[in-house]
């Protein structure tokens, strides 16, 4: 069994309370259920990606101010500087579901292009560097 949550698992942003608390919710069940049905040789893991080119992303982008702006802040804040796709998070279940995770239960596995390895998000912008007058 793969259930999907989010990166909000790993960090949170304002607003986000009810999204970041069912998220985390999924990944508390997962884990759950891999304790109760590991002997019986059924694995229940989460998949948590990052930034994907889904709906909520095309929502994202309708709703900035400056697009330009929006697709600079989010390439900035994700270290493999692009957003992912929904095949590439296809591979990741299809790896959790294959025989090669066999001994994979009760995991969260992160599958976002380095967004929760960052330890602070690049500012919206960069300042140019002090000069000398």
């Given amino acids: 069994m793969i259930n999907i949550a989010s990166v909000h698992t790993m960090g949170c942003l304002p ?19 891999a304790v109760e049905y590991a002997a019986r040789g059924i694995r229940f893991n989460c998949l948590s990606p990052g930034l994907i080119d889904t709906q909520m992303w095309q929502d994202v982008q309708d709703g900035a101010e400056d697009l330009e702006a929006c697709l600079t802040h989010w390439r900035a804040n994700i270290p493999a500087g692009r957003v992912g796709t929904i095949r590439e998070m296809g591979h990741v279940a299809a790896f959790l579901a294959s025989d090669e995770a066999s001994y994979v239960t009760g995991a969260n596995l992160l599958a976002d292009g380095g967004m ?7 500012a919206l912008y960069a300042s140019k560097p002090l000069q000398r007058q």
Avoid: E
């Fill in 116 to 122: 929760t390895s960052q330890l602070v998000s690049k």
């Fill in 15 to 33: 607003g986000a309370a009810a999204y970041d608390a069912a998220k985390w919710g999924v990944v508390g069940l997962t884990k759950s259920l």
